[in-house]
């Protein structure tokens, strides 16, 4: 479903592990559209908001290799054939920042998500008490991402009547 921006990439800061096979299979579709729009080789995403830690860093492009070859490790821990050549070849000795709320905004969002499309992954994800973050990440104090688009901000409000203008009820 598209966001406010039409559209609905989602690069998690959650261990990859905690993914569903979906969530998996699309979080490593946005991370190569991620590193595709890192190196200027499209012209749609430019603008995402959540591209903006990556390009935070000293080598953009070391750490979205280094944010996909995680994603590669678990896909490769459950059988799954994800191509590495895909990957990059930059390499970046960096660690991102998420903070706690983030982290804790993105665990109620999937787990959200998870329970709609897989509610046996969802069982799974129950016995989880503290979520851990992509080994990209290091987590710090903090509330959620300025980037980030709540799913109720998203949403278009009700037109409101004009002040003294005449309702239709029907």
Known sequence: MPGVYGWAVRLWSLHPKHLDARGLVAVWREGLLAQAVLRGRTKGYVAHPQLSRFREQRSPLGAIAGYLRAVHDEAARRGYQFALRRIGSS?????????RGQLAFEWRHLSSKVKRRDPGWCARLAGVTTPRPHPLF????????????????????????????PVNHN
């Open 138 to 165: 290091r987590v710090v104090p903090g509330s959620v991402a300025s980037w980030e688009r709540d799913a109720r901000a998203r949403a278009p409000r009700a037109r409101q009547p004009r002040q003294g203008a």
């Open 91 to 99: 390499r970046a000795r960096c660690r991102l920042v998420v903070t």
